[in-house]
């Protein structure tokens, strides 16, 4: 048993029967870099003003309001996606790419304090879906908006890349050497 399963361990012994884990099956190593990669979007969204998010962020033609809306709804879209594995009625991540780009358009219109709940709620909300995933969750197959097809254990990295990106692409002081090694451009 490694350090970290045994640590593992002693947590769940310590909180008793009633706290929910991660399933065995779930790629914990991915879910961490998910999981830091969101704290570190979110501390990056918190140092901006509610007039900051008006301003340019570094993706093309995106406002810091659009790459807010657009990781919010990454969030919900990947969590509906998992709870339709949980409860076995798959759905697909985005109707379409048009309601996708138009649910980002309306988003980056939301006043400041609710775009930033709607981020908060949405990553919470992922994070509830991937916790109560159970073992045979995390093998089954789901289509992503570009027709792939990748299991489930895949989508904590796809995450990961999304919320460590987008963090730079706040444009608000990130920077490459922030990532972790494995998610860092190759040269």
Do not use: C
Not at 48 to 72: E, N, Y
């Amino acid at each position: 048993m490694s350090d970290q399963d045994a640590a593992r361990a002693a947590l769940r012994e310590k909180q008793g029967a009633g706290a929910r884990y991660d399933a065995d099956a779930a790629p914990h190593d991915d879910l961490l870099l998910a999981r830091r990669g969101t704290a570190f979007f979110a501390r990056k969204l918190n140092e901006l003003g509610d007039d900051d998010l008006s301003g340019a962020s570094a993706r093309d033609g995106w406002t810091r309001r659009h790459l807010i809306a657009h990781v919010a709804y990454h969030a919900r879209a990947l969590a509906h996606v998992v709870e339709g594995v949980r409860i076995d009625a798959p759905v697909p991540m985005y109707p379409s790419a048009a309601a996708r780009d138009g649910e980002i358009a309306l988003g980056a219109t939301l006043p400041a304090q609710a775009l930033r709940h709607l981020f908060d709620h949405a990553v919470k909300h992922l994070d509830v879906e991937w916790r109560d995933l159970p073992d045979a969750g995390w093998g089954a197959s789901v289509t992503l908006m570009d027709g792939g097809v990748v299991p489930v254990s895949d989508l904590p990295r796809l995450r990961a890349v999304e919320v460590w990106q987008g963090a730079l692409d706040l444009d608000n002081g990130a920077r490459i050497v922030d990532l972790p090694v494995m998610l860092r451009p190759h040269k």
